[in-house]
C-alpha cells in the first residue's frame, strides 16, 4: 500500500524521495510554481510554491513528503503571501506586459493571474538593465528576469555548456552570459538548446515568431495556469 | 430622492485607450447615465473637480500638472481608481525610465530621426517633467485597481455595476489581464 500526506484535505500518494510538488503534480494537483521544472533539479529560490506544514512554511519543491502530513496551500493566507512575493518580484524588474510579446503565455503573469493579483503594491524599483540582441536567433531582455535559473540549470545539467550564471549578491543579482564579451552572440549558445525553452518569462525569446498568436487566444488568455499547466508544456503551440 | 453618485474621470500620461474602452461599454453607458452624475471627464469636458463618490484616474504621472491635478482628484474623490495598466505600473509610459530625462529630451527634440529646428521647448505653459514616470499608488493611496491596457469594457462594467450596488468588487479569470 503507497503512502499519502493530506493536501488541501486531499489524500496525495507519494513514492519515498518524492517532494511534495513532485507528489501534487503526478496527483494532478497544481501547486503555483516559477523556478520548478520537473526535467531539472529543484532549486526552491522563487518560493511562489510555498505551503503550510502546521506551523511551518516550506517550499513544496524542495520538502520531501512524508506520511501522514497535512498540507495547505490554498489558505487566503498562504495566497496573500504568494501574492506579494509576486508583487516584489514585479516592481524589481520592468515587467511591461503590454509591451512583451509573450504575454498571454507568460507564467510570472500566469501565476499572478492565479493568485487574484491585481496590481504590484510596492514601490518600482525601476532597474537600468540592458536587452541583449547579439545572437541571430535568440533575444534577451534583463529587464524580465526573475532569477529563477531554470536557464542556468538546463544549460548546465541539461545542454553540458554552463552559457549561464548568476552573479552578484542581493539587489546587485544578475544573469551573466558565459562569453569574452558578456553578450549571447558570441557565447556557444544555440536556438536548439533547452535553456533556450525554459524561461518562464519573456526574458529569453526566440527571434523573428513574435506575437504569433492573436490576444484572446494566447496560452492563458481564457483558462487559468492551474487548468492549462506550465508553459514549457505548449512550447510548440505558443513560442 | 437620495442625489446620484458623481462620478469624475481622467486621463494623466496615457494614452486615453482606458476612456476608449469605458466607451465599449456601448449602450450601457445609457444604463450608466440614470445610475450616475459625471462630473469633471473628457465626457462632459467639465474642466474643473467638484466633490466626486468615484474618481477614476486613467495614466501614471509623468509631469509637475500629473501630480496636481491627481493630488486635487485624492482631496476631492471619496474613492479613487486606478484605471489602466499605466495607471497601475507605469505602463508603457514608465519605459522611459529606462533612460534620464536629458536623453529622452535630446533623442525627442534635438537628435531624433525627422527633427527640424532642435531644441528642448522651454515655454512656462509647458508642465515641468519628472524625472521618471511612476504609478499613481506612489503618490497618492488608492482604493481599487483595474488592471489592463485597457481593462476591457466588460471589466470596467463589473466594477462600476458593483461599486454602485456597494457589492464587493469580484472579477472573472478573463477580466484580469496586465496587458
Known amino acids: 500500500m503507497s503512502k499519502t500526506f493530506k493536501l488541501d484535505g486531499r489524500e496525495i500518494p507519494f513514492e519515498t524521495g518524492q517532494t511534495i510538488m513532485d507528489a501534487a503534480l503526478a496527483a494532478g494537483v497544481y501547486i503555483p510554481h516559477l523556478c520548478h521544472n520537473p526535467e531539472l533539479a529543484p532549486h526552491g529560490s522563487c518560493r511562489v510554491c510555498l505551503v503550510d506544514i502546521g506551523e511551518r512554511q516550506v517550499s513544496a519543491c524542495t520538502a520531501a513528503a512524508s506520511e501522514g502530513m497535512e498540507v495547505d496551500s490554498s489558505s487566503e493566507t498562504i495566497q496573500a503571501t504568494r501574492r506579494a512575493i509576486l508583487q516584489m518580484l514585479f516592481v524589481e524588474g520592468n515587467h511591461v506586459c503590454p509591451a512583451c510579446e509573450k504575454s498571454g503565455a507568460c507564467q510570472l503573469q500566469a501565476v499572478a493571474y492565479y493568485t487574484g493579483m491585481l496590481a504590484p503594491h510596492f514601490t518600482h524599483f525601476f532597474p537600468r538593465r540592458p536587452v541583449d540582441a547579439s545572437h541571430p536567433d535568440v533575444v534577451i531582455d534583463f529587464n524580465r528576469c526573475i532569477l529563477c535559473e531554470l536557464c542556468v540549470r538546463a544549460s548546465r545539467d541539461h545542454d553540458g555548456k554552463r552559457v549561464f550564471a548568476i552573479s552578484g549578491r542581493g539587489l546587485e543579482s544578475h544573469l551573466v552570459i558565459d562569453s569574452p564579451s558578456g553578450l549571447l552572440g558570441d557565447s556557444c549558445f544555440a536556438a536548439a538548446d533547452k535553456a533556450a525553452h525554459v524561461c518562464p518569462t519573456g526574458a529569453i525569446l526566440p527571434k523573428g515568431r513574435g506575437y504569433e498568436t492573436p490576444i484572446g487566444e494566447r496560452l492563458y488568455d481564457r483558462e487559468p495556469i492551474s487548468i492549462v499547466g506550465d508553459v514549457r508544456a505548449h512550447e510548440e503551440e505558443v513560442v | ?179
Open chain 2, 1 to 179: 430622492m437620495a442625489e446620484k453618485p458623481r462620478v469624475a474621470t481622467v486621463s494623466l500620461c496615457g494614452c486615453f485607450g482606458c476612456h476608449m474602452s469605458l466607451l465599449d461599454i456601448d449602450e450601457r453607458i445609457l444604463d450608466l447615465v440614470d445610475l450616475v452624475t459625471f462630473d469633471r471627464t473628457p465626457l462632459t469636458d467639465i474642466k474643473t473637480l467638484g466633490d466626486c463618490d468615484l474618481g477614476l484616474i486613467e495614466g501614471g504621472v509623468a509631469n509637475a500638472e500629473n501630480v496636481e491635478v491627481l493630488l486635487e482628484f485624492r482631496r476631492r474623490c471619496k474613492v479613487l481608481v486606478a484605471f489602466g495598466a499605466c495607471a497601475v505600473n507605469g505602463g508603457i509610459p514608465a519605459m522611459r525610465n529606462q533612460f534620464s530625462l536629458a536623453e529622452c529630451l535630446r533623442e525627442s527634440y534635438c537628435d531624433g530621426i525627422g527633427v527640424h529646428n532642435p531644441g528642448i521647448p522651454n515655454d512656462p505653459e509647458i508642465p515641468l517633467l519628472l524625472n521618471q514616470v511612476h504609478p499613481i499608488h506612489e503618490v497618492v493611496a488608492i482604493d481599487y485597481v483595474l488592471p489592463g491596457c485597457p481593462p476591457s469594457a466588460d471589466t470596467i462594467w463589473t466594477f462600476l455595476t458593483e461599486f454602485l450596488e456597494g457589492k464587493p468588487i469580484a472579477f472573472s479569470y478573463t477580466q484580469i489581464h496586465f496587458d
